[in-house]
């Protein structure tokens, strides 16, 4: 009898033993798998999490916003606002133009980069995902392959003819905290070759995604000033504050014409469809909360007169006159009005 209890004794140790090791690596699998899929995404050039962590971006655009607009603009990098983008053309230690290092992000894998379509409308997913060295060869971009991984120098990268990006931003109205953002959603640097009668060649490369490159742009600081070189931002703040000046050429429409296509050949009414989307984003972030003397939707606030910014920034007692002006108007007439929506602003 002792003789069996002594062996179930010792049989009761022996599995103990044996599976507290196994438990504690089943606890641990986890661990190690993430662990392994960051050291992956690090070869790979994927960002970790520590990586986002150390460097947090700003969050992404709410998908249930209460009114958007899509526009694209030209950046000029010619123009006095956007010059920091072209400065320098080639690196000078750790400093580079935005090309430059949107460029070799890419050629190391860091980022994907998508097709530009002829038609120039992007399609930022897995199917239009091209290959860098694909894009080397057709511009005929100098490299070398060495065991498999293709390299550039920094004399053969054409930083210098990249003069112009075409910016994709969303203007939007969160309704949830109540405030109204520019959020620049992808940008596509262009090659601009001049030929023998002075007219310019646009070359539209790829697109990136701005989500994509918006960690690494937070660690690469240009120039904002031609007088004081101390002034310097970072690249991701330069563009969430909208630092850039760049000219529309297309707005989502349900047509999906560009204001070329539009206007045709007649630079004046080009010239006048830019001012007036301007014009309408301008007014609406004005009268984001409505006039308190009338209460328009979002849509008449955004197809507003370009008179209505400017009004927007009358004194107060002037709007008040005229609001009494417009009540006495409508008591007297006694005609009805149909109802119109009010934007309310929450509080936090």
Request: proline letters at 5%.
């Amino acid at each position: 009898m002792k003789r069996i209890l002594l062996l179930t004794m010792i049989t009761l140790m022996a599995a103990t033993a044996f599976s507290q090791p196994r438990q504690r690596r089943n606890q641990q699998q986890p661990a190690r798998q993430a662990q392994t899929q960051q050291q992956q995404n690090a070869q790979q050039g994927g960002m970790t999490q520590r990586m986002r962590i150390q460097y947090p971006t700003a969050l992404d655009m709410p998908e249930n916003v209460a009114w958007r607009r899509d526009i694209y603009r030209e950046i000029d990098l010619t123009e006095k606002e956007n010059a920091g983008l072209y400065d320098p053309v080639e690196p000078q230690g750790r400093r580079m133009n935005l090309f430059t290092y949107v460029f070799k992000l890419a050629l190391n894998n860091y980022i994907p980069v998508y097709e530009y379509n002829l038609d120039g409308n992007e399609v930022l997913e897995e199917s239009a995902k091209v290959d860098m060295k694909g894009i080397l060869d057709n511009y005929s971009i100098y490299y070398t392959e060495e065991g498999g991984k293709v390299k550039v120098d920094n004399s053969d990268i054409p930083s210098a003819q990249v003069k112009m990006y075409y910016l994709k931003e969303c203007a939007y109205y969160n309704q949830a905290n109540a405030t109204f953002h520019i959020k620049p959603i992808a940008f596509c640097p262009v090659m601009v070759s001049d030929d023998d009668f002075g007219d310019n060649t646009k070359y539209p490369l790829f697109w990136v995604k701005y989500s994509d490159v918006e960690p690494y742009l937070s660690r690469q600081s240009i120039k904002i000033s031609d007088i004081n070189d101390a002034a310097q931002m970072n690249l991701d703040d330069y563009f969430t504050m909208n630092k850039y000046k760049g000219k529309i050429y297309k707005t989502a429409n349900r047509l999906g014409k560009t204001l070329a296509q539009i206007a045709g050949e007649d630079s004046t009414k080009y010239s006048a469809e830019q001012r007036r989307i301007e014009a309408e984003l301008e007014a609406f972030r004005q009268n984001i909360f409505g006039d308190p003397a009338r209460r328009d939707s979002l849509d008449s606030i955004a197809a507003a007169d370009p008179k209505a910014a400017k009004a927007a920034r009358e004194p107060k007692k002037k709007r008040e006159r005229g609001s009494r002006s417009e009540r006495a108007t409508s008591s007297s007439s006694g005609g009805s009005q149909p109802a119109r929506v009010s934007v309310r602003r929450e509080r936090h």
